[in-house]
């Protein structure tokens, strides 16, 4: 009867983190794979259905406040559409095992990007 606590919060957390732009979709993939023992596809559809409302209420909000940039916006929308297309059937053509070491190489750069940046701006001040 509890076993929905952990995926809760689990999607609590990172629906909170995500709309601070940390990137909770990665903690969520992250989580759910080696927390909560779902498919690494499975959890890819499903961090899939859990961005569109997360992106549409913040694209509601950007554009509201006047931080959308329309020209940007329209130039790489198209292109970031065919690009996930695209991944999204290459994906299915190459097996699981082979997405995993990638996609960890990419967090682990990601996250040294961002902390050496963050070191970087402490030093300037």
């Given at each position: 009867?509890?076993?929905?606590?952990?995926?809760?919060?689990?999607?609590?957390a990172t629906?909170?983190?995500?709309s601070?732009?940390?990137?909770?979709?990665?903690?969520?993939?992250?989580?759910?794979t080696l927390?909560?023992?779902?498919?690494?596809?499975?959890?890819?559809?499903?961090?899939?259905?859990?961005?569109?409302?997360?992106?549409?209420?913040?694209?509601?909000?950007?554009?509201?406040?006047?931080?959308?940039?329309?020209?940007?916006?329209?130039?790489?929308?198209p292109?970031?559409?065919?690009?996930?297309?695209?991944?999204?059937?290459?994906?299915?053509?190459?097996?699981?095992?082979?997405?995993?070491?990638?996609?960890?190489?990419f967090?682990?750069?990601?996250?040294?990007?961002?902390?050496?940046?963050?070191?970087?701006?402490?030093?300037?001040?």
């Amino acid at each position: 009867m509890v076993e929905w606590i952990i995926p809760f919060l689990a999607a609590a957390a990172t629906g909170a983190l995500s709309s601070w732009g940390v990137g909770g979709g990665t903690l969520l993939l992250v989580c759910m794979t080696l927390f909560l023992g779902v498919g690494h596809r499975e959890a890819q559809a499903i961090n899939l259905l859990f961005f569109l409302p997360t992106a549409g209420i913040s694209l509601f909000f950007h554009r509201k406040n006047g931080f959308l940039d329309r020209e940007t916006w329209r130039d790489a929308a198209p292109l970031g559409t065919a690009a996930a297309l695209a991944g999204a059937l290459v994906s299915l053509a190459v097996d699981v095992s082979l997405l995993r070491k990638p996609f960890g190489i990419f967090l682990l750069y990601g996250g040294a990007s961002m902390l050496l940046g963050a070191v970087k701006k402490g030093d300037r001040r």
